[in-house]
């Protein structure tokens, strides 16, 4: 690749599942021979991949389209938001293109428009991988776009459409492929990790000469053959996640899920029109905890839904006190522009919706703190993240990574990032551990 091949600037703001389609962007400009550049003033255009979800990502993605045409005046815009085409025409006019999520065809053709590609494949050699954004020793593996679900507050499924779930061969073979080139943790995400499945009738396909099915436990069962961290994100609490329980037990998938609940209350989950079935739940964690014992649970909750009362908001708070999940994420609820939930009687006024938001937080950081001091003294493998003078930052299997919490090791400086360690827990706060290293770890 020369300095004299088109350059291109990225943009990537959003969830996973939009970096994932960030990656897939980059690999492609990369085998069109592209070179990718850090700064505006070095690029002749630039891609930004946008966000839509929330009130709050919307604006960042505008600001984020505004200074890119500010510093460098080709900008093209994918993603999220390029659904709602009309508010960034409206803001910025000036824009090349604009394309929704997973469109990676539109957003290499309105690069061909403005950079014709000089190709010339004897000098890109692309890592059969393609390109990552995330640190070497972790990547995302995407199972499927889209969602069946109708949830009354989100717009996903109008964005993004339809379950379609990747075939399962082939996402073992990427799995297979990233682990080969180096990578030590993969991070299942998809809508409704749950699902996967669901439109292909669970299909079976061959890997590695064994038949698998199309469906959550088969596709663990396989990517447990790998021998990498797996971690499963967005699981809803249907039944069959049971099945999981064996494999987490067996080492083969990290004692770790990340389930939505939401809410605690059947009403508002049915105003929420949200999938899997609430009423067991704290059986089925129970369950769950004699099978796993180290499971770690993280969820988000929405607090101050429409119509949400003080007797449905103490439940939710009960059952935070009852479930003692590990991780939580909670918000209070915002109206996203295009969804149902906006048009729902008695909207819970703002100043008690922050109010419950900031109880629902202090219940749960007691419950957090608590549950990280309980590790204090024990042994845990950690996988460092970063090494730099101020220490070593690394993470357990209760801990995945921009979202939760980090083990910070005292005297790890013979680490490298991508390292498994063996480190003695020392002290902990509401979020992140203090730790040494282990004699012979
Ligand atoms: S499950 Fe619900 S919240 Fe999640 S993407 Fe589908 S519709 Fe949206």
């Given at each position: 690749m020369s300095r004299s091949d088109p350059a291109i600037g990225f943009v990537s703001l959003g969830c996973p599942k939009a970096l994932v389609d960030s990656e897939r962007i980059l690999t492609q400009l990369r085998v069109e021979g592209y070179r990718i550049v850090p700064s505006y003033a070095q690029a002749d255009a630039v891609v930004v991949n946008t966000c839509g979800f929330i009130d709050s990502a919307v604006q960042e993605s505008l600001d984020a389209i505004g200074e890119a045409l500010h510093e460098n005046g080709k900008v093209i815009v994918t993603g999220c938001l390029g659904k709602r085409s009309e508010l960034i025409r409206e803001a910025y006019p000036g824009v090349l293109a604009i394309s929704g999520p997973q469109d990676y065809a539109s957003v290499m053709q309105a690069v061909h428009r403005a950079l014709p590609p000089r190709r010339n494949p004897l000098l890109d050699i692309i890592p059969d991988t393609g390109i990552k954004?995330?640190?070497?020793?972790y990547a995302y593996l995407k199972i499927s776009e889209g969602c069946n679900h109708r949830c009354s507050f989100c717009i996903i499924p109008s964005m993004r459409g339809d379950l379609v779930s990747r075939p399962v061969d082939e996402v073992l073979i990427e799995a297979e492929k990233l682990v080969r080139s180096g990578v030590r943790e993969l991070l299942v995400i998809s809508q409704d990790t749950s699902a996967y499945g669901v439109d292909v009738k669970y299909a079976a396909r061959e890997w590695r000469g064994r038949s698998y099915r199309t469906r959550m436990t088969e596709l663990c069962d396989g990517l447990g053959e790998l021998g990498a961290w797996v971690r499963l994100h967005y699981v809803y609490p249907y039944p069959h996640v049971d099945e999981l329980m064996p494999l987490m037990a067996a080492g083969r998938l990290l004692p770790y899920l990340d389930i939505p609940f939401q809410h605690a209350s059947t009403r508002i989950l049915k105003l929420m029109k949200r999938p899997g079935n609430i009423d067991k739940t704290l059986e089925r964690i129970t369950r769950w905890r004699k099978v796993v014992p180290e499971l770690t649970i993280r969820s988000t909750f929405i607090v101050g839904f429409p119509g949400e009362t003080d007797a449905e908001f103490e439940l939710l708070l009960d059952f935070l006190r009852a479930a003692q999940l590990d991780r939580v994420g909670a918000f209070a609820y915002s109206p996203v522009d295009g969804a149902r939930a906006n048009e729902l009687p008695a909207p819970v006024p703002e100043e008690l919706k922050e109010d419950r938001l900031e109880q629902f937080m202090a219940v749960q950081a007691g419950i957090s703190a608590a549950k990280l001091r309980c590790r204090i003294g024990r042994r845990l493998r950690v996988l460092v993240d970063h090494v730099d003078a101020d220490g070593v930052v690394a993470r357990s299997t209760a801990d995945a990574p921009e979202i939760d919490g980090v083990v910070r090791i005292r005297d790890g400086q013979h680490l490298r990032p991508g390292d498994f360690a063996e480190v003695i827990v020392e002290g902990a706060d509401a979020h992140d551990l203090a730790a040494r290293c282990a004699a012979g770890g």
């Open positions: 954004l995330t640190p070497k020793h």
